[in-house]
């Protein structure tokens, strides 16, 4: 008698170790995931801003300086549920306006013009990997939680389900292979 209640101790230890080691990584996996999304949001900022001060230093001719305003403001100002659609029309907007070569030529021309060529390379270049980390850490996390272990002992507790961000961050080719 003794024993066996000594083995279902054991046994019930174990498992609960177990289970919290589950819990905790998937709380890692949580933590991963949001740091992420900070580090996505930070760069699809820093996209719309430098386009914004590209729009609006006047190195362009004023439609393609109207249209990349009016994107990166959209996308600046866009709400959770619309944010997507608007960074993808931002990036429709990047390669309509950059689909020429001459383009960045322009830009780089234009006083300080080199300087905002670059970093606007840079931050399109960025948005694509940021964008990538982050739906990785989603993808685990979903790959956690879809286990049944995690579903029958709320190991998740009340966080929402992760929601991958997608959508159009193919940069302009010009501006995609600068160094």
């Given amino acids: 008698m003794i024993e066996t209640l000594v083995w279902t101790a054991l046994l019930l230890a174990v498992i609960g170790v177990y289970l919290s ?6 709380d ?13 949001d930070a760069q ?6 430098v386009v914004l001060e590209v729009a609006t230093s006047g190195a362009l001719d004023p439609a393609s300086s109207i249209v990349l305003y009016e994107a990166a403001h959209a996308a ?6 619309h944010r997507e659609v608007a960074e993808s029309e931002l ?14 030529e322009v830009v780089k021309a234009a006083p300080g013009g080199e300087a905002a060529a670059e970093e606007l390379a840079a931050a399109v270049r960025r948005v ?22 995690v579903r029958w002992f709320r190991l998740a507790g009340h966080a929402p389900f992760p929601l991958a961000f997608e959508m159009d961050d193919e940069p302009p080719a010009d501006l995609a292979d600068r160094p």
Avoid: C, I, Y
């Avoid at 600046?76 to 549920?81: G, K």
């Avoid at 990036?91 to 960045?104: G, I, M, P």
């Fill in 128 to 149: 694509p990997m940021a964008r990538r980390f982050h739906n990785d850490a989603v993808r685990a996390a979903r790959a956690l939680r879809r286990h049944r272990k």
């Fill in 44 to 49: 699809l900022v820093r996209r719309a801003s």
């Fill in 21 to 26: 080691w589950t819990a905790g990584r998937l």
């Fill in 76 to 81: 600046r100002q866009a709400d959770e549920e």
């Fill in 28 to 40: 890692r996996l949580h933590t991963r995931m949001d740091a992420a999304r900070a580090a996505l």
């Fill in 91 to 104: 990036s429709q907007a990047l390669r309509a306006v950059f689909a020429d070569a001459a383009q960045v």
